[in-house]
């Protein structure tokens, strides 16, 4: 099978080198200076699970020819989407597979409209990984999960051929047959650590310690659940109760990558989280009022920092 990763950054080169490191036929799509950082040192990754070196991998650059992939793993932010889509177009047949890890909910009918409702999967991963000072991928906790899966819960005979080409790999590739569930719940969690660790500007165990922190843990949860169950998500029963259980266990120095991006005055994906969710509160007539505080605090930071 025939894999094209978009990008080698923090995601796509840990997911891109463990199948690599397995055998797996993988090509990287990268920008020019990732390119010459490749071709200087490599592909480097430093994880817990085991270091990987590989001094020369297959790459290609948007507008080089090449066949049509099976597969494209797609783990670009938000904001880039658009010219992502752009980009692997060329790369694209009738049956090539759009597998997605992006965080949140709006990106798949963005990809469906492009490529069809067919083409496009169901995937999220949960990871931490950051880029070195040489673009070496650091990977530093025991948790490196990546979930996919068709998005109607079938296992057909194509995510079966995927599953097989994932299996034995160093990471855990997992196959859903409830994968929109999974994306929803995963959206709704990180739609309220990001928000309110954005919010307060801290780590989560602060934030929990004070009584209106936690009560405001709960309320975006609410807020962002409400919305989605209106809008038919597949939630589960009691999800909201489960995820503030989960927020009270986390590290006290937890901090969400969107308040990382922040505290590097990077680009943020404010619109694709909670955009994307306060317009669709205007339709149904839902009231949000903590998920418009923190769209408001993220557009000010967006206006004035960037």
Same mark, same amino acid.
């Given at each position: 099978? $025939?894999?094209?990763?978009?990008?080698?950054?923090?995601?796509?080169?840990?997911?891109?080198?463990?199948?690599?490191?397995?055998?797996? +036929?993988?090509?990287?799509?990268? $920008?020019?200076?990732?390119?010459?950082?490749?071709?200087?040192?490599?592909?480097?990754?430093?994880?817990?699970?085991?270091?990987?070196?590989?001094?020369?991998?297959?790459?290609?650059?948007?507008?080089?020819?090449?066949?049509?992939?099976?597969?494209?793993?797609?783990? =670009?932010?938000?904001?880039?989407?658009?010219?992502?889509?752009? +980009?692997?177009?060329?790369?694209?047949?009738?049956?090539?597979?759009?597998?997605?890890?992006?965080?949140?909910?709006?990106?798949?009918?963005?990809? =469906?409209?492009?490529?069809? @409702?067919?083409?496009?999967?169901?995937?999220?991963?949960?990871?931490? *990984?950051?880029?070195?000072?040489?673009?070496?991928?650091?990977? *530093?906790?025991?948790?490196? +999960?990546?979930?996919?899966?068709?998005?109607?819960?079938?296992? =057909?005979? $194509?995510?079966?051929?995927?599953?097989?080409?994932?299996?034995?790999?160093?990471?855990?590739?997992?196959?859903? @047959?409830?994968?929109?569930?999974?994306?929803?719940?995963?959206?709704?969690?990180?739609? *309220?650590?990001?928000?309110? *660790?954005?919010?307060?500007?801290?780590?989560?165990?602060?934030?929990?310690?004070?009584?209106?922190?936690?009560?405001?843990?709960?309320?975006?949860?609410?807020?962002?659940?409400?919305?989605? $169950?209106?809008? +038919?998500?597949?939630?589960?029963?009691?999800?909201?109760?489960?995820?503030?259980?989960?927020?009270?266990?986390?590290?006290?120095?937890?901090?969400?990558?969107?308040?990382?991006?922040?505290?590097?005055?990077?680009?943020?994906?404010?619109?694709?989280?909670?955009?994307?969710?306060?317009?669709?509160?205007?339709?149904?007539?839902?009231?949000?009022?903590?998920?418009?505080?923190?769209?408001?605090?993220?557009?000010?930071?967006?206006?004035?920092?960037?």
């Amino acid at each position: 099978m $025939r894999i094209l990763v978009v990008g080698a950054g923090a995601i796509g080169g840990y997911f891109g080198g463990r199948l690599l490191e397995k055998g797996e +036929d993988v090509t990287f799509l990268v $920008r020019e200076k990732r390119k010459q950082q490749l071709e200087k040192y490599g592909l480097l990754v430093e994880s817990v699970h085991g270091d990987m070196t590989f001094p020369e991998l297959k790459t290609i650059q948007s507008g080089e020819k090449a066949d049509a992939f099976d597969v494209i793993l797609l783990s =670009t932010k938000a904001y880039h989407l658009e010219g992502a889509i752009k +980009d692997i177009r060329p790369y694209t047949g009738g049956n090539t597979l759009i597998l997605p890890l992006l965080n949140g909910i709006a990106h798949v009918d963005e990809l =469906t409209a492009a490529f069809g @409702e067919a083409n496009v999967l169901g995937g999220l991963c949960f990871i931490e *990984t950051t880029l070195g000072e040489n673009g070496e991928v650091i990977q *530093t906790s025991p948790v490196h +999960d990546f979930v996919f899966g068709e998005r109607s819960g079938e296992k =057909t005979e $194509r995510i079966l051929k995927l599953q097989e080409a994932f299996s034995g790999t160093k990471a855990n590739f997992r196959l859903s @047959e409830n994968i929109e569930q999974e994306m929803w719940h995963k959206y709704l969690f990180i739609s *309220t650590l990001s928000g309110v *660790t954005s919010l307060f500007r801290s780590p989560i165990g602060p934030i929990r310690d004070q009584t209106f922190g936690l009560n405001s843990v709960k309320e975006v949860l609410r807020e962002a659940s409400a919305i989605m $169950r209106d809008l +038919d998500a597949p939630l589960a029963d009691g999800i909201e109760d489960a995820q503030v259980q989960k927020i009270k266990e986390m590290g006290y120095e937890m901090k969400s990558s969107l308040q990382r991006d922040m505290e590097k005055l990077q680009a943020i994906e404010a619109d694709h989280f909670f955009g994307y969710l306060l317009k669709k509160a205007e339709l149904l007539d839902l009231d949000a009022p903590i998920i418009g505080a923190i769209y408001a605090n993220l557009k000010v930071y967006e206006k004035n920092s960037l």
